[in-house]
C-alpha cells in the first residue's frame, strides 16, 4: 500500500506528462504532527482501549495536503493556464512559512531557477514579500 502512495499521479487538461506529489515528502514536512497522530493512536493499546482515530485524520489531513499541492501545480483559470509569473507570485504568498528559491523550484519544476529569481526580485522590490536571512538560507514570506 505505502508504494501506492508514494506518488500522487494526475492527467489533466491534455498534459502528457503526469505530475506528482510524494506523500512521503509531505509526511515528513510535518513530521511532529505524524508523530504526535502516532503516540495518540497508540495510547492504551496495551489494553486495547487505543483508537485509530488521530492516525486517519493525519492520513486524511497529509492526503488533502496532497491533492492541494497538485493542483497548485495544475493552477489552470478559466481553461487557460496561468503565466509562470503568477505561479511563483501565488506560491510565495500562499505558503504559511517562509519559502525558499529551492522549494519554489521543486514546487514549480518547469519554472526555471532564473525566473524564480526574478520574479522574487521583482517581488521585495514592490514590498509585497519580505526576504528573510542571506545565502542558501534566504526564505521569502508574504509582507
Known amino acids: 500500500m ?15 506528462a503526469g505530475k506528482y506529489v510524494s506523500f512521503e515528502e509531505q509526511i515528513n514536512n510535518y513530521k511532529a504532527y505524524y508523530y504526535e497522530s502516532l503516540r495518540q493512536s497508540s495510547a492504551g493499546w496495551e489494553s486495547n482501549e487505543n483508537s485509530y482515530f488521530p492516525f486517519i485524520e493525519n492520513f486524511l489531513s497529509m492526503l488533502y495536503m496532497c491533492y492541494k499541492e497538485l493542483d497548485k501545480r495544475f493552477a489552470v483559470v478559466h481553461g487557460k ?13 500562499n505558503s504559511l512559512t517562509p519559502i525558499s528559491k529551492a522549494e519554489i523550484c521543486k514546487i514549480l519544476p518547469d ?33
Not at 505505502?2 to 502528457?16: A, I, P
Not at 503565466?83 to 501565488?90: L, Q, V
Not at 532564473?114 to 542558501?136: C, D, F, N
Open 81 to 93: 493556464k496561468i503565466t509562470k509569473k503568477a505561479r511563483i507570485e501565488a506560491t510565495v504568498l
Open 111 to 143: 519554472v526555471s531557477p532564473t525566473t524564480v529569481e526574478a520574479v522574487l526580485g521583482a517581488m521585495v522590490k514592490s514590498g509585497r514579500i519580505k526576504r528573510l536571512g542571506s545565502s542558501r538560507s534566504t526564505r521569502y514570506i508574504k509582507a
Open 2 to 16: 505505502s508504494r501506492l502512495l508514494s506518488l500522487l499521479l494526475l492527467y489533466k487538461n491534455g498534459f502528457d
